[in-house]
């Protein structure tokens, strides 16, 4: 973080000294919630949840060399006290974002957000100090935490954002207000919550709205609620996608052998070639959207067409292709799962496992309302009409779904089953798969399948010292 002293963190907070000998001292640490992560400058933040309270941990981080608690009464260590800890955060961010030299990049979507953010700070911080979400802290907590920890030497500071309801991207952009605002898709996820598309539509398009008038707002050209978005907003706007209209766009995209996107990048400024490190098709369009982001913000087609074919995964368990020592390719995507990111990644199992033996180990996708017979059925047809060999439902209600539709889409015996939980998955695999199968790994996260990704990798390393 920028060195703030303690009097001056007080007054942005409104808050209270408690225990502070000196208010002139400084934090030039990290700010943290997590005792663990405390460094010697550090301000802990200390949140009371339901099983763990923050200010139990406050003699500890002070002995660890936090300079201060921020929470919600004395601890008898130095402390700034205010009455909501999360405001306070909140508060603390909007005061040093608006001291930092840095340009706010901030994105939204239904799904791809934390790909799609890794991919922009791989291609930014190639051109200058770049500060992004850790993982997929995209929340009320996340966000300010992310954007404190952005020094005098950031130049971009790139923020996933989230949402759950109207008013959550709203309220992130007036802690941390972008310059640039991406919205990659409108889709299904979190539908129950929201009450339906149209109103996932109205809430991430807050983003846009939050816009500057010299910002620019980078929009899906293909996905029509996204691209309805232009009229919401007062900044430039710049189309990416298939689309004719796109201004950011990729010719001749085509799946390498190995499952990874290549195509030809326009941008207004040039074109370039790419070839993806990463798997699957549904990463062309996240690329394209990092790609226009780059553009904006001075980057040349080569630049950035480097960039991305040189970017890899940053995040765990999505899309991860382990090659195990007998021949067996795990492909774990289980961190999380909607109909748009199942059909992404049911198309690139059969790009990989191209003449191979093909297994789709899939769970429920979460939080569909009303949608969820007819998604989890259309997942279990689209896995016979792709041809995939086998198809493993895993869990309840949903999996049968997902089964049923497959049968009724055609597949017969064997080529479909429906078992009850991870460890029935992993029995069923261990004694089936063969030399060169493909597995795809996949549900919401709540299923918690990387268990079963974790099992076969290790049921390989066995193998490996068993064969020797
Ligand atoms: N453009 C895309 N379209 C559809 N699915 C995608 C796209 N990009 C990534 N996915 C898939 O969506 C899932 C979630 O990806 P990712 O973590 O990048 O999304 P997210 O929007 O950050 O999710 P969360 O809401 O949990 O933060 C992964 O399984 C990934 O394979
Ligand atoms: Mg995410």
């Known amino acids: 973080m920028i060195a703030l002293s303690l009097a001056e963190i007080a007054e942005v907070v409104g808050g209270q000294t408690h225990d502070i000998p000196d208010p002139s001292v400084q934090v030039t640490g990290p700010v943290v919630r997590d005792s663990r992560e405390v460094e010697p400058g ?271 995964s940053l995040s765990r368990w999505r899309m991860e292709v382990t090659e195990r020592p007998d021949g067996v390719t795990i492909v774990n995507d289980a961190y999380n799962a909607n109909p748009e990111s199942m059909r992404a990644a049911l198309r690139a199992l059969v790009a990989i496992g191209k003449g191979r033996r093909t297994w789709a180990v899939l769970g429920k996708m979460a939080e569909l309302g009303d949608e969820a017979l007819a998604e989890h059925d259309a997942v279990g047809r689209l896995a016979v009409r792709l041809n995939v060999s086998k198809l493993v439902a895993v869990g309840g209600r949903e999996a049968a779904w997902l089964q049923l539709g497959a049968y009724n889409e055609g597949s017969w015996g064997e080529e479909s089953v429906h078992v009850s939980d991870a460890q029935a998955a992993v029995d069923l695999l261990r004694s089936e798969l063969r030399p060169g199968d493909v597995v795809l790994v996949k549900a919401s996260r709540s299923v918690g399948l990387e268990k079963v990704a974790d099992a076969l990798l290790e049921t390989g390393a066995e193998g490996e010292v068993a064969a020797r």
């Open 42 to 312: 550090s301000l802990f933040v200390a949140f009371a949840g339901e099983r763990v309270d923050g200010h139990d941990f406050a003699h500890a981080v002070v002995e660890a060399g936090a300079v201060a608690v921020l929470g919600t009464r004395p601890v008898g260590v130095p402390a700034v006290v205010v009455d909501d800890v999360q405001a306070a955060l909140g508060a603390l961010a909007r005061h040093v974002v608006r001291r930092l030299g840095a340009t706010l990049v901030g994105l939204t979507g239904s799904a791809g957000k934390t790909s799609t953010k890794d991919l922009i700070a791989q291609v930014l911080r190639r051109k200058a100090p770049t500060v992004f979400t850790p993982g997929s802290l995209n929340n009320e907590i996340g966000l300010p935490l992310t954007a404190l920890s952005a020094t005098d030497e950031t130049r971009f500071l790139v923020l996933e954002m989230g949402a759950r309801g109207i008013g959550h991207i709203r309220y992130l952009t007036e802690l941390t207000p972008p310059k640039i605002g991406l919205v990659l898709n409108v889709g299904s996820a979190h539908i129950g919550e929201f009450g339906g598309r149209e109103q996932i539509a109205q809430a991430k398009g807050e983003l846009v709205e939050a816009l500057p008038e010299d910002g620019a707002a980078i929009l899906n050209a293909d996905d029509p609620y996204v691209r309805a978005m232009a009229s919401r907003t007062k900044a430039k706007v710049i189309l990416f996608g298939e689309s004719d209209e796109a201004d950011v766009s990729a010719e001749n995209v085509r799946l390498t052998d190995s499952g990874q996107p290549s195509f030809r990048l326009h941008t207004p400024s040039g074109a370039s070639d790419v070839t993806m490190r990463l798997y699957g098709e549904h990463h062309v369009s996240n690329a394209l959207a990092a790609a226009a982001v780059a553009h904006e913000l001075g980057m040349s087609a080569d630049e950035i067409a480097r960039a991305l074919s040189e970017a890899g």
